[in-house]
Antibody, heavy 123, light 111 residues
């Protein structure tokens, strides 16, 4: 079945780095855009980053631009999120999601979600 | 503060109908950008409920509906059931922020 499994979360000190992974299975990974969405404790959803199906384009939320990098390895069906210069406010559950384009450019929705991995930034 | 505004909470009795609003602006909902809706049950990942303003993915019951008009979109749920108790989020694209955005979320309580 279609599945996304995140890993790589943990507890890290402010200023340090962490790399999240998202393993995809059950669908043609190389045919879909992918993104990361996070949710701080007790808060709502926040879109973080998106990457095109072939890795040709990446876009980021202002809150992570210049610190986070989204990438993918289509040969290994895996999505990544490299997080540098982590801040306390980056503490959240990070979800990866499959992105589907609907009709017009930039009209994307997320139809498959992983269960999430927890990142805690604390000294 | 999200550029998509949702009421923090709504409630209804079993069997009733509720609507959840999502108010945006000319840089998101009012343009050609679609609104999508997600349900998040407590302690679980979000689930797609409505895409492209009005479309239901397979498996989503037809008592769930979506609409969009002007700068607002709405999610409607009829025949409320206990299992509908969850948080609901709208999502679109904002051309000013050049970013995909979520509403702040609405907690639905089934009385």
């Amino acid at each position: 079945q279609v599945q996304l499994v995140e890993s790589g979360g943990g507890v890290v000190e402010p200023g340090r780095s962490l790399r999240l992974s998202c393993a995809a299975s059950g669908f043609s990974f190389r045919s879909y855009g992918m993104d990361w969405v996070r949710q701080a404790p007790g808060k709502g959803l926040e879109w973080v980053a998106i990457i095109w199906y072939d890795g040709s384009n990446q876009f980021y939320a202002d809150s992570v631009k210049g610190r986070f990098t989204i990438s993918r390895d289509n040969s290994k069906n895996t999505l990544f999120l490299q997080m540098n210069s982590l801040r306390v406010e980056d503490t959240a559950v990070y979800y990866c999601a499959r992105v589907v384009k609907y009709q017009l450019p930039l009209n994307f929705y997320m139809d498959v979600w992983g269960k999430g991995t927890t990142v805690t930034v604390s000294s | 503060q999200s550029v998509l505004t949702q009421p923090p909470s709504v409630s209804g009795a079993p069997g009733q109908r509720v609507t959840i609003s999502c108010t945006g602006s000319s840089s998101n909902i009012e343009t050609t950008y679609d609104v999508n809706w997600y349900q998040q049950l407590p302690g679980t990942a979000p689930k797609l409920l409505i895409y492209g303003n009005t479309n239901r993915p397979s498996g989503v019951p037809d008592r769930i509906s979506g609409s969009k008009s002007g700068t607002s979109a709405s999610l409607g749920i009829t025949g409320l059931q206990a299992e509908d108790e969850a948080a609901y989020y709208c999502q679109s694209y904002d051309s000013t922020l050049r970013s995909w955005v979520f509403g702040g979320g609405t907690k639905l309580t089934v009385l």
